[in-house]
């Protein structure tokens, strides 16, 4: 059995690219380009001569109303800055309003760069934002059940709500991990999930290091499972999904933001090898 791998524009949301209808057009043409998948970053400063910051869900829900195929997603939201019973809201509605193509990249963020957590009062601690982040996922997954949810952890109470209308996806909208490839919090986090977005990635013989420990890991390493890399502009994907990529996302610098540039790279078309064998994955079959 051949498994394809899929291409994705994954842009920062920064001046030329601040404005929502402006990805709602990029992210129609990208489709119509044959594009599979169109990602965004989630931040809310950039050091200069970045100036201009959009939010990621009104971007996406603008670019799901000008398409029909593409899956879309913030790759990644940091989930402790978001209430999670806000987030449970914001993603059902985004799957709905999609018919069901959001994909959810979650991680920690941090204040490498432009310290948004510290200069917005957020929690700065990589462990404490881990802990918030896993306990988040606790509670968006009981909430897209549609069942009652009730929750009282250390970080978060959610006392008998019933969150309707449920996502399109079932039983969940899938969700990928980010973090960076060689630390093992994430990949262990990552195996409980959909996807991991290996962050740093140095060559492709680490992402099929990645894939065996996350397949150790996975209660079952035949289910379908989704590895997405970065890739820059041009760059040759097909030792990278030799090695068990499943998606390819073309990457763009907070600086190549220029929107005849992402245009460019868009209408350039995405450059994926032939169909691998799915017994070579790093993480079981693709997700449909």
Same mark, same amino acid.
């Given at each position: 059995?051949?498994?394809?791998?899929?291409?994705? $524009?994954?842009?920062?949301?920064?001046?030329?690219?601040?404005?929502?209808?402006?990805?709602?057009?990029?992210?129609? @043409?990208?489709?119509?380009?044959?594009?599979?998948?169109?990602? /965004?970053?989630?931040?809310?400063?950039?050091?200069?001569?970045?100036?201009?910051?959009?939010?990621?869900?009104?971007?996406?829900?603008?670019?799901?109303?000008?398409?029909?195929?593409? +899956?879309?997603?913030?790759?990644?939201?940091?989930?402790?800055?978001?209430?999670?019973?806000?987030?449970?809201?914001?993603?059902?509605?985004?799957?709905? $309003?999609?018919?069901? &193509?959001?994909?959810?990249?979650?991680? $920690?963020?941090?204040?490498? *760069?432009?310290? @948004?957590?510290?200069?917005?009062? !957020? #929690?700065?601690?990589?462990?404490?934002?881990?802990?918030? $982040?896993?306990?988040?996922? !606790? /509670?968006?997954?009981?909430?897209?059940?549609? %069942?009652?949810?009730?929750? %009282?952890?250390?970080?978060?109470?959610?006392?008998?709500?019933?969150?309707?209308?449920?996502?399109?996806?079932?039983? +969940?909208?899938?969700?990928?991990?980010?973090?960076?490839?060689?630390?093992?919090?994430?990949? %262990?986090?990552?195996?409980?999930?959909?996807?991991?977005?290996?962050?740093?990635? &140095?060559?492709?013989?680490?992402?099929?290091?990645?894939?065996?420990?996350? #397949?150790?890991? +996975?209660?079952?390493?035949?289910?379908? *499972?989704?590895?997405?890399?970065?890739?820059?502009?041009?760059?040759?994907?097909?030792? *990278?999904?030799?090695?068990?990529?499943?998606?390819?996302?073309? !990457?763009? @610098?907070?600086?190549?933001?220029?929107?005849?540039?992402?245009?460019?790279?868009?209408?350039?078309?995405?450059?994926?090898?032939?169909?691998? !064998?799915?017994?070579?994955?790093?993480?079981?079959?693709?997700?449909?």
């Amino acid at each position: 059995m051949s498994v394809n791998p899929r291409s994705a $524009l994954w842009v920062p949301l920064f001046d030329d690219l601040a404005d929502p209808l402006v990805v709602a057009r990029l992210a129609a @043409e990208a489709e119509e380009t044959g594009w599979d998948g169109f990602f /965004v970053w989630d931040r809310l400063t950039w050091p200069a001569p970045v100036e201009r910051v959009a939010d990621p869900w009104i971007s996406l829900a603008a670019a799901a109303t000008a398409t029909c195929s593409l +899956r879309l997603g913030p790759m990644v939201t940091p989930v402790a800055r978001r209430r999670p019973a806000k987030l449970a809201r914001e993603t059902a509605s985004l799957d709905r $309003l999609s018919g069901g &193509r959001l994909t959810l990249g979650v991680g $920690l963020g941090g204040d490498l *760069y432009g310290a @948004e957590f510290a200069r917005t009062g !957020e #929690r700065a601690d990589d462990r404490g934002r881990a802990r918030m $982040l896993d306990e988040a996922l !606790e /509670v968006l997954t009981s909430a897209w059940s549609g %069942r009652p949810v009730r929750h %009282r952890g250390p970080h978060y109470v959610v006392d008998d709500l019933t969150f309707l209308p449920t996502p399109v996806q079932r039983p +969940r909208v899938p969700i990928w991990a980010g973090g960076y490839a060689g630390r093992r919090g994430p990949l %262990r986090r990552a195996a409980g999930l959909d996807g991991f977005f290996p962050v740093e990635l &140095r060559h492709p013989e680490q992402l099929a290091e990645i894939g065996e420990t996350i #397949r150790g890991l +996975r209660p079952d390493p035949a289910a379908p *499972y989704d590895i997405a890399v970065p890739l820059r502009p041009g760059a040759d994907p097909a030792a *990278y999904v030799a090695a068990g990529a499943t998606w390819c996302l073309t !990457e763009f @610098e907070p600086e190549e933001t220029a929107l005849d540039h992402v245009r460019g790279v868009l209408r350039d078309g995405p450059a994926l090898p032939a169909p691998r !064998e799915a017994t070579v994955s790093a993480g079981g079959a693709r997700r449909d």
